[in-house]
C-alpha cells in the first residue's frame, strides 16, 4: 500500500506537535503533503511558527506550511495559553524557524491540493478550531467529494467537555466551521475526548520519550511536562491527556481505536452549550450517521507506537 496523503491542520500546540511528529516519523504509512496553521490554542502568528519549527525539529524543513485563517468564522478567537503557555509551544527551549511560510493562503492550499491530486487520495487531518476546512468547503464546494476521509480531534460525548462544561475546545472555537464540516457528507473519524482523555501521559511514559535521548525525545519528554502541570491539576489525574497524535496514530494503527457510525450534530445557537457536540451513541434520534465517532483506545498499544515511532525521527 503507498502511504496515505495527508494534509494537517493545525494549531500547535504540544499535543498537536506530537501528532506531527508521529506522522513526519510514519513514511511508510504518511505522506505530509502540508501543514496548514489555523488560529486556535494560541494566535495565528504563533501557530504559523510553531509548525515550522516542529517540522525543523523533526529535520523535515521541506514539508510546506501555509498560514490561514486568524479567527473563526462567526465569534471572536479563544485561545487557551492557559493551557499551552504563552508561545503555545511552552516548555522545550526551541530555535526560531529558519524555514519559510509559504505565501499561498492554507485555505487554497486545501482546495489546490484536493483539486490536483486523484479524488479520493487526500486525507484531511484537523487538529485545531475547524475553520480552514469549513473556509475551504465554502469556498470550492466541489472539493468535498474529493477528499479521502477527515479524521479530526474534537468533540467529546461521555465526557462532555474541557473549554466550557458542554463543549471540547477545537469544536467550542468555532462551532459554525464545525457544523459545516459535520453535515458536508465527507466521510468522517473523530477522535473525542472520550478516546483522547484516556491517552494519559503517566510518569513511565514520560521517562520513555525521555529516555531516547533524541532531541525529539527530550523536546516532546518537556512538552508534555509543561502542559501536563496544568492538566493533572484540573483532571487530578495520573497525566496528562495528549488529544492530536490519537489523529496521526489512527492512521498508521487504526485497529488501536474502536466506536460507533453515528449521527453527530454541532449546537451553534445556544451560549449554554455553544460547541457541544450532540453525538446519538445510543442511536435514539433516528438521524443518519455522518462520522465514525470513537469512544476507545488500546492506550499502552499508543504509546508504545508513538515512542518507537518518535525514536526514528
Ligand atoms: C484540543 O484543544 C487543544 O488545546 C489541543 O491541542 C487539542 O487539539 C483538546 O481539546
Ligand atoms: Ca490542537
Known sequence: MPPRKIII???????????????LASADEIEVLGLTAVAGNVPLHLTARNARMVCELAGRPDIPVFAGCDRPLGRDLVTAEHVH????????????????????????????TLRAEPPGTVTLCPLG???????????????????????????????????????????????????IVFKSGAKL???????????????????????????????????????ERFDKEKYGSAGAPLHDPCVTAYLIRPELFTGRHINVEIETQSELTMGMTVADWWRVS????????????????????????????
Open 9 to 23: 491542520d493545525t494549531d500547535p500546540g504540544q499535543d498537536d506537535a506530537v501528532a506531527i511528529l508521529l506522522a
Open 85 to 112: 503557555g504563552k508561545t503555545g509551544l511552552d516548555g522545550p527551549d526551541l530555535p526560531d524557524p529558519a524555514m519559510p511560510l509559504q505565501d499561498a493562503h492554507a485555505v487554497d492550499f486545501i482546495v489546490d
Open 129 to 179: 478550531p475547524l475553520t480552514n476546512i469549513a473556509m475551504a468547503f465554502e469556498k470550492a464546494p466541489d472539493i468535498v467529494n474529493r477528499v479521502a476521509e477527515i479524521v479530526l480531534m474534537g468533540g467529546a460525548y461521555f465526557e462532555v467537555g474541557n473549554i466550557t462544561p458542554a463543549a471540547e475546545f477545537n469544536i467550542y472555537v468555532d462551532p459554525q466551521a464545525a457544523r
Open 189 to 227: 473519524t473523530v477522535m473525542p475526548l472520550d478516546v483522547t482523555h484516556k491517552a494519559l501521559v503517566t510518569k513511565p511514559r514520560n521517562d520513555a520519550f525521555r529516555a531516547l535521548g533524541t532531541p525529539v525525545g527530550v523536546a516532546v519528554a518537556q512538552m508534555t511536562d509543561f502542559f
Open 286 to 313: 433516528g438521524r443518519a450517521p455522518n462520522a465514525m465517532f470513537m469512544g476507545d483506545i488500546d492506550a499502552d498499544g499508543f504509546f508504545t507506537l508513538l515512542t518507537e515511532r518518535l525514536a526514528r525521527l
